[in-house]
């Protein structure tokens, strides 16, 4: 089954030259937009699998077509397609819900595996930048969030292999990479991690590390 992917940019040329590149890999083009108004409009239309996005947009920021169109659809993958490698803007963009964060000076070999490891759910970052996340999703750890506190009574029950999922998630660890370590298939993993997301009340991975990382899954004395 192909992969259905909208691409956002404000310039034209690359735009068209993002989404040519993708149809002759095989994805499904189904849609594109210029601005962020646009874009909110024709992704609730068209409904990507993964949206491939510019942050600097006219009309609405990148991170609000980001946080906009993952609220409306938690289902839905971001790429953040940007020529910012500033920090700043990729905090901002993981904390709207993106799933990974490319720079445009990326190769297209390096887009079309992105955008094919975004859609499976993995994190997909410019090198360099995955430890920058993760040290964000530790800080975020470390602020208040009752609605998600594990040690509430009343807090969720997982499995042990629900709970060895999560524990590597916490750590940073791919789809692919925790499926050889645990010797399970790649689609199991996505399973595991779509019902602790359910059962826990959270809607992406960055809320899902944050928990993790909460209940202490991403120390190895606690497991």
Same mark, same amino acid.
């Given at each position: 089954?192909?992969? %259905?992917?909208?691409?956002?940019?404000?310039?034209?040329?690359?735009?068209?030259?993002?989404?040519?590149?993708?149809? &002759?890999?095989?994805? &499904?083009?189904?849609?594109?937009?210029?601005?962020?108004?646009?874009?909110?409009? /024709?992704?609730?239309?068209?409904?990507?699998?993964?949206?491939? =996005?510019?942050?600097?947009?006219?009309?609405?920021?990148?991170?609000?077509?980001?946080?906009? =169109?993952?609220?409306?659809?938690?289902? @839905?993958?971001?790429?953040? @397609?940007?020529?910012?490698?500033?920090?700043?803007?990729?905090? *901002?963009?993981?904390?709207?819900?993106?799933?990974?964060?490319?720079?445009?000076?990326?190769?297209?070999?390096?887009?079309?595996?992105?955008?094919?490891?975004?859609?499976?759910?993995?994190?997909?970052?410019?090198?360099?930048?995955?430890?920058?996340?993760?040290? *964000?999703?530790?800080?975020?750890?470390? *602020?208040?969030?009752? *609605?998600?506190?594990?040690?509430?009574?009343?807090?969720?029950?997982?499995?042990?292999?629900?709970?060895?999922?999560?524990?590597?998630?916490? %750590?940073?660890?791919?789809? %692919?990479?925790?499926?050889?370590?645990?010797?399970?298939?790649?689609?199991?993993?996505?399973?595991?991690?779509?019902?602790?997301?359910? %059962? @826990?009340?959270?809607?992406?991975?960055? &809320?899902?590390?944050?928990?993790?990382?909460?209940?202490?899954?991403?120390?190895? /004395?606690?497991?």
């Amino acid at each position: 089954m192909s992969i %259905k992917v909208m691409v956002v940019d404000d310039h034209p040329m690359w735009r068209d030259a993002v989404a040519r590149d993708l149809t &002759e890999s095989g994805f &499904e083009v189904v849609a594109t937009a210029g601005d962020g108004d646009q874009a909110v409009r /024709r992704a609730k239309a068209a409904a990507p699998d993964v949206l491939v =996005l510019d942050l600097n947009l006219p009309a609405k920021p990148g991170v609000l077509v980001c946080k906009e =169109l993952v609220g409306h659809n938690p289902a @839905l993958r971001v790429l953040v @397609l940007s020529a910012s490698g500033e920090h700043a803007d990729v905090l *901002e963009a993981v904390k709207s819900g993106a799933t990974g964060y490319l720079l445009k000076s990326a190769s297209t070999e390096e887009l079309l595996d992105a955008v094919r490891r975004t859609a499976v759910g993995d994190p997909v970052f410019t090198p360099g930048l995955a430890g920058l996340v993760l040290g *964000e999703y530790r800080r975020l750890a470390s *602020e208040p969030a009752p *609605e998600t506190d594990p040690g509430r009574p009343d807090a969720p029950r997982l499995t042990d292999r629900e709970t060895e999922v999560l524990r590597l998630v916490a %750590k940073g660890l791919s789809y %692919k990479q925790i499926a050889e370590r645990l010797v399970i298939s790649h689609r199991t993993v996505q399973n595991h991690v779509q019902n602790t997301l359910g %059962k @826990l009340q959270l809607h992406n991975r960055v &809320e899902l590390v944050r928990y993790a990382i909460e209940a202490g899954l991403d120390d190895d /004395r606690n497991g």
